[in-house]
């Protein structure tokens, strides 16, 4: 009977002993899992140059405005638009061509009111009678008889030419006060010069104020 009371007493001990021993066994495996691991993760990692690189970006900086664009540099840079100046905008002025003279004769009552004295003018070509007339009114009148205007008109075809006179209003003193002299002068000289000029084919003259005939 003692024999396998030792013996059972023997298998009990191995039981209890057991464990113990598993547990060291999984403790050292789990050791060694975690050295191995250690060292792998020192060693596994592949240089630089191994691993696949990414494409490189090239940092683009922000354009300003101002900034020449991209192969703007190897080109020469367009001269600045000036405003343009009104003289460039307007048509060149040409000088205004003077007119065309010609020379008439005007004549003027001497200081006795018995003779004229002929005047040789230069007067526009084109306004030549018009202007022979205003030759004549230049020395008539004074400062209590004013000339304001005139009119000259031509018959064609009856050769009458009419000198239509205007007073400066206010004028203190009217044509039908003038004076035999004045009136050699005034009237003498406008006929004188309308019909010795050969060129106008004048062969009468008549006077009136505003319309009106003047009689005298």
Not at 29 to 34: D, E, I, K, M, P
Not at 40 to 56: F, K
Not at 155 to 180: C, F, H, M, Y
Request: glycine share 6%.
């Amino acid at each position: 009977m003692k024999p396998r009371v030792l013996k059972l007493g023997m298998s009990r001990m191995q039981r209890a002993i057991a464990p113990p021993r598993q547990l060291s066994a999984c403790l050292l495996f789990l050791l060694t899992v975690l050295l191995l691991a250690s060292c792998g993760s020192r060693t596994t990692a592949p240089p630089d140059s191994a691993s696949p690189q990414s494409p490189s970006r090239t940092p683009i900086a922000a354009s300003s405005p101002n900034s020449p664009s991209p192969g703007s540099a190897d080109k020469p840079a367009a001269p600045a638009a000036s405003p343009a100046s009104p003289q460039s905008l307007a048509a060149p002025i040409s000088p205004t061509a003077a007119p065309q003279l010609t020379t008439v004769t005007v004549y003027q009552a001497d200081d006795q009111c018995v003779n004229f004295v002929p005047e040789q003018v230069q007067v526009p070509a084109d306004q030549a009678m018009q202007a022979a007339v205003g030759k004549v009114l230049e020395k008539q009148g004074d400062g209590d008889f004013d000339l304001g205007g005139y009119r000259v008109s031509l018959n064609a075809q009856t050769g009458e030419a009419t000198v239509d006179l205007r007073l400066v209003p206010g004028s203190k003193r009217q044509i039908v006060s003038l004076s035999a002299c004045e009136q050699f002068a005034l009237f003498g000289s406008l006929r004188e010069t309308l019909m010795k000029n050969s060129a106008w084919n004048v062969k009468s003259v008549r006077f009136t104020e505003r319309g009106e005939e003047i009689v005298l």
